[in-house]
């Protein structure tokens, strides 16, 4: 089992920037490839970005590529999504999920978090 916590969100202004982090229970942290999702209102739950299990290889959404980077710290069994450049458009509820096998489709991620509100205003 693995038991995910995300902070980090709140409301900035267009062009400003964010910090989320995830914290995650148990001892097999660094085999999981982690990933981060977001989900507007009204919208399917999409894929933001996702980290293989060493932090060596990274996948981004075309729509967030160049602005956010994510990263991990597996002595700290924790994940971050850096937001840089935020718009409007990123409003959303961001989750972290775990995931045993690598990929960015939603049913690859056994194990998700409560999620957390980012609010960017124009």
């Known amino acids: 089992q693995v038991q995910l916590v995300e902070s980090g969100g709140g409301l900035v202004q267009a062009g400003g920037s964010l910090r989320l982090s995830c914290a995650a229970s148990g001892r097999t942290f660094s085999t999981h490839h982690m990933g981060w999702f977001r989900q507007a209102p009204g919208k399917e739950r999409e894929f933001v970005a996702v980290i293989t299990g060493s932090g060596g290889s990274s996948i981004y959404a075309d729509s967030v590529k160049g602005r956010f980077t994510i990263s991990r710290d597996n002595a700290k069994n924790t994940v971050y999504l850096q937001m840089n450049s935020l718009k409007p458009q990123d409003t959303a509820v961001y989750y972290c999920?775990?995931?045993?096998?690598?990929?960015?489709?939603?049913?690859?991620?056994?194990?998700w978090g409560q999620g957390t509100q980012v609010t960017v205003s124009s």
């Open positions: 999920a775990a995931a045993s096998s690598w990929g960015t489709a939603r049913y690859n991620y056994a194990y």
